[in-house]
């Protein structure tokens, strides 16, 4: 599991491979990630959108952005946090995530950018 905190709001990250959903003779790769977002501050916040960088080992680049996550923009109140999972198709059995949410204080209506931590999506047979 992956972790970081940006402004009292920890990210954490688990990593799946889906092998059921994969076709390695296509090159696809299907991968599925749980995040866990944390609220340690004193005032709720609100997810309003996402930007991610998805990486390959063959040295593409695609960004995603969009409102929240999973069609919700979840408001999470102090000390309680928000789970979601969602997936990544790569082309290459070895990649990495990274990105920033824009969450906005519920109290004050400052908006603000919360680091998602890069993590590694790797292809068990690969690690064989």
């Known amino acids: 599991m992956t972790k970081l905190i940006t402004k009292g ?25 749980r995040i866990t977002i944390d609220n ?39 000390d309680e946090h928000f789970q979601y999972v969602s997936g990544c198709s790569l082309r290459t059995d070895v990649g990495k995530m990274h990105g920033f949410y824009i969450m906005e204080n519920q ?7 919360v680091a998602i931590p890069e993590f590694i999506m790797v292809c068990p047979d690969k690690l064989n």
């Open 9 to 33: 709001i920890q990210i954490s990250v688990e990593t799946f491979y889906q092998r059921e959903y994969s076709n390695p003779l296509m090159n696809e790769y299907m991968f599925a990630y």
């Open 40 to 78: 340690y501050n004193g005032f709720p916040i609100k997810l309003l959108s996402r930007k991610w960088f998805i990486h390959d080992s063959n040295a593409s680049l695609e960004n995603v952005e969009g409102e929240g996550v999973i069609g919700q923009q979840p408001v999470i109140q102090p």
């Open 107 to 113: 109290h004050s209506y400052e908006q603000f950018e």
